[in-house]
């Protein structure tokens, strides 16, 4: 159900539930430190940077915590401090935060409902389908091949495909993409 207010209660339910059997979320008190801590808020900070797309975790917990979901899946490319897709899940704002919450799971869940709603950047469906098609997120080139062989290292095995083929389409990837 979605108000004029663009609240929508599916949504705050959906990211709510990342976290059964607790609803630290809502003990989200504002504080900032995950912000004043994100590597990547440091540099997309309009207050100190010419950015397109400003990143804000701390924002982006309110903004689920209240179930502002068109907000939080605005297209890339949109200037708004709610859109995920900046976080590298490098995990500092978790272990920085006062109430334990687990922002990163709750960056991850915004990710996962706007891919599924085909609204990923090109970029990030472009590295998904490169996963899926070669079972790798950065393919081996000639090159790397052939600087391994002077440093002497060994080849780098080549991995099942069909394998993770099958796993990516037990999750119905292979769909989304
Ligand atoms: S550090 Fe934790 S409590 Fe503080 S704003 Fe971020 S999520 Fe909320
Ligand atoms: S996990 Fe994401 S939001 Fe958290 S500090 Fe790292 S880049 Fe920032």
Redesign the pocket.
């Known amino acids: 159900m979605t108000l004029p207010l663009g609240i929508d209660f599916e949504f705050r339910k959906q990211i709510m539930d990342v976290h059964i059997g607790s609803d630290k ?1 809502k ?11 994100c590597p990547v808020a440091s540099v997309a900070n309009p207050f100190y940077h010419e950015v397109t797309n400003w990143f804000d ?2 924002l982006i ?2 903004g689920t915590l209240l179930g502002y979901k068109d907000i939080v899946m605005a297209l890339a490319g949109s200037k708004s401090a709610l859109i995920p897709w900046g976080c590298t899940v490098c995990d500092t ?1 978790d272990a ?6 687990e ?1 990163t799971e709750i960056i991850g869940l915004a990710k996962n409902i706007t891919s599924g709603a085909g609204l990923a950047p090109d970029n990030i469906v472009a590295q998904a389908k490169t996963v899926f098609d070669t079972a790798k997120a950065i393919p081996s080139q000639p090159a790397i091949e052939r600087r391994r062989e002077q440093m002497g290292l060994p080849a780098v095995a080549a991995p099942n495909v069909n394998e993770v083929q099958t796993l990516l389409k037990n999750i119905g990837a292979d769909k989304k993409l």
């Open positions: 979320i003990y989200c008190y504002q504080c900032n430190r995950c912000t004043d801590n975790p701390r917990v309110l704002c920085v935060c006062p109430q334990a919450i922002v």
